[in-house]
């Protein structure tokens, strides 16, 4: 069975940064994408930023600048450094990954809370 674990989230002045962890952990053979959505109440959940197996990474418009994902194939792990946070950052953040186990899955996380005041 695979997990995906976030940590990291919490309240924060604007301006201020939080580094959001992401950890897969279960029979894992492999693992494609790694991504980090968010959702704000009474929104859709939108995708923030991405990075592939080799790393190659894209980002939202808004997070473009401000934002840095990255990942550790050895550990299974992926980050989101956030950085020159404003308050519309504001939202549950999950991570999500394709990952190969018995068979090739799409899994989330449970989501971790950033609240950015201003």
């Known amino acids: 069975q695979v997990q995906l674990v976030e940590s990291g989230g919490g309240l924060v002045q604007a301006g201020g940064s939080l580094r959001l962890s992401c950890a897969a952990s279960?029979?894992?053979?492999?693992?494609?994408?790694m991504d980090w959505y968010r959702q704000a109440p009474g929104s859709q959940r939108d995708l923030v930023a991405q990075?592939?197996?080799?790393?190659?990474?894209n980002y939202a418009d808004s997070v473009k600048g401000r934002f840095t994902i990255s990942r550790d194939n050895a550990k299974n792990t992926v980050y989101l450094q956030m950085n020159s946070l404003k308050p519309e950052d504001t939202a549950v953040y999950y991570c999500?990954?394709?990952?190969?186990?018995?068979?090739?899955?799409?899994?989330w996380g449970q989501g971790t809370q950033v609240t950015v005041s201003s």
């Open positions: 990075i592939t197996s080799i790393g190659t990474t």
């Open positions: 999500h990954a394709v990952i190969h186990t018995y068979y090739r899955g799409s899994f």
């Open positions: 279960g029979t894992i053979s492999s693992i494609g994408a």
